[in-house]
């Protein structure tokens, strides 16, 4: 299954990050990716479905993510982030 991705970093670790993948079937997966530097590194994620046709329960709450993905473009555009 293919997927569009975008990411931002935050604004207060030097590689923490806000991850969107939309899925194909309209699914959105956000994740949460900690800075690197925590000894609890690991990344987090939450899956909400496609209201309606994909089974989702969540309708405002995923039309909030697909806005988000379009705002972490939006920023990754007026203010591209270059960190390694």
Do not use: W
Not at 39 to 49: D, G, L, P, Q, R
Request: charged share 35%; with cysteine; glycine share 6%.
């Amino acid at each position: 299954m293919m997927t569009d991705m975008v990411e931002r970093y935050e604004d207060m670790n030097p590689s923490g990050r806000l991850r969107l993948h939309e899925q194909d079937d309209g699914d959105v997966i956000i994740e949460i990716v900690p800075d690197h530097h925590d000894a609890m590194h690991y990344t987090k994620s939450v899956e909400f479905c496609m209201p309606y046709t994909g089974g989702g329960k969540s309708f405002h709450t995923h039309k909030a993510l697909l806005e988000l993905k379009r705002a972490i473009e939006r920023d990754n555009t007026d203010r591209p982030q270059h960190r390694d």
